[in-house]
């Protein structure tokens, strides 16, 4: 027979309160009195219900994660970060998965009310104007990960430097020696408000500016994220009279397509064509790809972390943690030939 919370009391010698105090690790009981519940407990093999301890301490101990396309290689290692974190807490993990504007306007409506969650990660959402006032007044803390809005600084943000990434896929094409470097990345304007195709055009519009390098609208592709769709911008970019003879990809999986073109086309990699992508997903070491390195894993662990020290501390100072890009060269970029 399951032992119950009124067997443990009883066998205790306590009342219901001080067990459900115990259980809740309430510092309003003497060492003494939670030694013996503890060793009731064990004694019995009591399993606190669930349920009965979110009620007791008038929490879910749970928390709402909010995040686009959860499969994608980039996002999947973010999510690791999270659950890995989270699994150390008392908190369980619920998964919101947005493929559409009105499943991230429902979530972005319900989940910062409280009573579905004690805390919201969002990643890569960025709030829109609309969004601004329910976030800042939400109920519940709410941490952003790559995702920002300038009239949020109330809350905790963990950032990617996608800007300072941009610019450094670019500039270690443009010191090889290309000239002629395509931009194929997700749409720019997006119901989404994604920034970080956005933020790395801008870095590389940077570097080429800095080196002196005009900036050629049609050397920038943009198109639904995905191998298949870069493959196709690619061949566009490639059957050009002038085409680059460098490709920068938003991401590493459509860097992969890019491969795929420049296979089709029978282009070398480097020699014909040099290839570089961003994020450092784990096929990425595999097959040689030159890339921009996010921290993936630690953006959805320091959202975690942050998420937790705000709901230990609600009186705590918000921060914005600004995330470091690296520039990892491996086989798929050469100085042009010519």
């Known amino acids: 027979m399951t032992a119950t919370i009124r067997d443990v009391a009883k066998r205790a010698g306590v009342g219901l309160g001080t067990v459900s105090r115990v259980i809740n ?8 009195t939670r030694e013996r519940v503890l060793a009731a407990i064990a004694a019995l093999n009591f399993v606190p219900n669930p349920t009965a301890r979110r009620l007791s301490l008038g929490k879910t101990l749970t928390i709402a994660v909010i995040v686009p396309w959860f499969t994608r290689p980039a996002e999947v290692e973010q ?11 008392d908190y369980d993990l619920v998964l919101y998965n947005v493929e559409t504007p009105a499943k991230r306007d429902a979530y972005f409506h319900d989940l910062p009310r409280g009573e579905r969650a004690d805390g919201v990660l969002i990643i890569s959402l960025s709030p829109r104007d ?3 006032e329910r976030l800042a007044h939400s109920s519940v803390p709410i ?3 790559d995702a920002s809005h300038p009239a ?4 905790n943000r963990v950032i990617t430097d996608n800007v300072a990434g941009g610019r450094a896929a670019t500039q270690h094409l443009i010191e090889l020696g290309h000239t002629r470097i395509g931009y194929i ?4 304007e997006t119901p989404f408000n994604f920034t970080s195709s956005r933020d790395r055009l801008k870095g590389y519009r940077q570097a080429l500016k800095a080196a002196g390098i005009p900036f050629r609208s049609d050397y920038h592709r943009q198109g639904e994220h995905g191998r298949y769709e870069a493959r196709r911008l690619a061949t566009e970019l490639l059957q050009l009279p002038d085409r680059p003879t460098a490709i920068f990809a938003a991401s590493d999986t459509q860097a992969l397509g890019v491969l795929e073109a420049a296979q089709d086309l029978n282009l070398r990699v480097p020699e014909d064509l040099s290839v570089v992508g961003f994020d450092d997903i784990e096929i990425s070491e595999y097959i040689g790809l030159t890339t921009v390195r996010q921290m993936l894993y630690e953006s959805g ?3 975690v972390e942050l998420l ?6 609600p009186a705590m100072q918000p921060v914005c943690e600004t995330l470091p890009t690296e520039l990892i060269v491996r086989k798929t970029t050469a100085a042009p030939i010519g």
Do not use: C, Y
Not at 152 to 155: A, E, F, G, P, T
Not at 185 to 188: F, G
Not at 308 to 313: E, F, Q, R, S
């Open 25 to 32: 690790d309430s510092p309003q009981v003497s060492e003494a």
């Open 79 to 89: 999510l690791r970060g999270v659950e890995n974190t989270l699994a150390e807490s």
């Open 130 to 132: 609309d969004d601004v």
């Open 143 to 145: 941490v952003l990960v």
């Open 152 to 155: 949020l600084k109330s809350l």
């Open 185 to 188: 990345s997700d749409p720019i």
């Open 301 to 303: 662990k320091r959202g």
């Open 308 to 313: 937790l020290d705000v709901l230990a501390d």
